[in-house]
């Protein structure tokens, strides 16, 4: 699943092709979705200028007088832009062609992405139903070790699984939680309420520092996952613990184990990374 990197990589991707374009014409070829694409947005969105493109969560929003458009990439969905004339392949359900001659184009092969409308008379994008419980993001001065001591102090639950609560942190999922919990030396199953304050400071330090490597990089979670220009993103390529099942520590030459938090997967050196007691 695009992660945070992915889908902050995404959004200023297509930033400048979008802004301040007006949508010429949205065309619904497949709206079966996770939710069902409302085909009103055929009309609605006709003639409609595209006044910011900013991100939430995994959710792009392209804001418009009339409301706001929030598109979410699912498990393997991607965004491109591309000549508004280029022929549509397998999986290409949405396109939104712009007054540029480009077309925003959404593929995805798993359909698990959505494109819903929040209309202005809704309130604020703040308020929708998505949005409203989310988190701080990770890379504003509102995620500090302050914040982060006061959610899990009193918590008897695993760390990994506490940082990829989206009402406790937004954008740290599997692959990234799996790194800062590395780089800040943290076993995974140790449970919130046996960090003090200065262990705190570190894991907001290296999900911090993670998350803007890859963004830096481009991000990548998937092998099919492609950046607005077509190139695949190569954050993966530095990754020191994720999907190293049984190779050796990149410090210290300790196997990697694997454990499962949550049925997700995730990976620590047992050397670098010891179990601190709750």
Known sequence: MPELPEVETTCKGIQPYVENQTIIQFIIRDGRLRWPVELHLIQTLQSTLVQSVTRRGKYILLTTKKGVLMLHLGMSGNLRILPSNTPATKHDHIDIILSNQQVL???????????????????????????????????????????????????????????????????????????????????????????????????????????????KQGGTTLKDFLKPDGKPGYFVQKLNVYGRNEQPCTQCNTVIEKVIISQRASFFCPKCQPLKEG
């Not at 819903?116 to 989310?134: F, M, P, S, V």
């Not at 701080?136 to 959610?151: C, G, H, M, R, S």
């Not at 990829?164 to 800062?180: D, K, L």
Request: charged residues 20%; aromatic residues 6%.
């Open 105 to 215: 184009r959404l593929n995805d092969p798993r359909r698990f992405g959505s494109v819903l409308w929040h209309d202005a008379e809704q309130g604020a994008i703040e308020t929708h139903r998505l949005l409203c419980k989310l988190a701080p993001e990770p890379l504003t001065n509102e995620f500090n070790a302050d914040y982060l001591y006061q959610k899990i102090q009193h918590k008897n639950v695993a760390i990994k699984k506490l940082i990829m609560n989206n009402q406790i942190i937004v954008g740290a999922g599997n692959i990234y939680a799996s790194e800062a919990l590395f780089n800040a030396k943290i076993h995974p199953l140790t449970v919130g309420k046996a960090l003090n304050k200065q262990a705190c400071q570190q894991l907001v330090v290296h999900i911090q520092n993670v998350l803007r490597e890859s963004i």
